[in-house]
Nanobody
C-alpha cells in the first residue's frame, strides 16, 4: 500500500513560519503530480497548492498565494510546503496527495493517494 507521510505540523503564532514535509515512495514521487490540501474544523477539505511531477509548474489557491511555497526536494522523494506569514485561518489538518493529474480546480484524478495529515494550529 502506498504511503505518503506528512510531518512538520505544530502550534505557531500568527506571523510565524512552518515547513511541512511529505515523504513519498520513489516511483510515486517521480511520476505523479503532488499537492497539499487542508481541512479546517467543520469545513470541507480544500486545495492549497500543487506541483507537477517535473517540478516545473506550481499552482496555489488564492488564500495562500504569496505566502506559501511548494517545492520538490533534490535527491530525495520529499515534497515541501513552506508557509510564511501564517494567520489563524490557516489552522487545519494538512494532507499530502499524489495523483496522475489534477483538474484546473485542483481535484485529483483517479488513482490518487493520500497521507494521514499533520495538524497546523496558528494562534492569534
Amino acid at each position: 500500500q502506498v504511503q505518503l507521510v506528512e510531518s512538520g505540523g505544530r502550534l505557531v503564532q500568527a506571523g510565524g513560519s512552518l515547513r511541512l514535509s511529505c515523504a513519498a515512495p520513489g516511483p510515486i514521487f517521480t511520476n505523479y503530480d503532488m499537492a497539499w490540501f487542508r481541512q479546517a474544523p467543520a469545513k470541507e477539505r480544500e486545495f492549497v497548492a500543487r506541483i507537477t511531477f517535473r517540478g516545473d509548474n506550481t499552482y496555489y489557491s488564492e488564500s495562500v498565494k504569496g505566502r506559501f511555497t511548494l517545492s520538490r526536494a533534490n535527491g530525495k522523494p520529499t515534497l515541501y510546503l513552506d508557509m510564511n506569514n501564517l494567520i489563524p485561518e490557516d489552522t487545519a489538518v494538512y494532507y499530502c496527495n499524489a495523483a496522475p493529474y489534477y483538474s484546473d480546480r485542483g481535484e485529483p484524478g483517479p488513482g490518487d493517494y493520500w497521507g494521514q495529515g499533520t495538524q497546523v494550529t496558528v494562534s492569534s
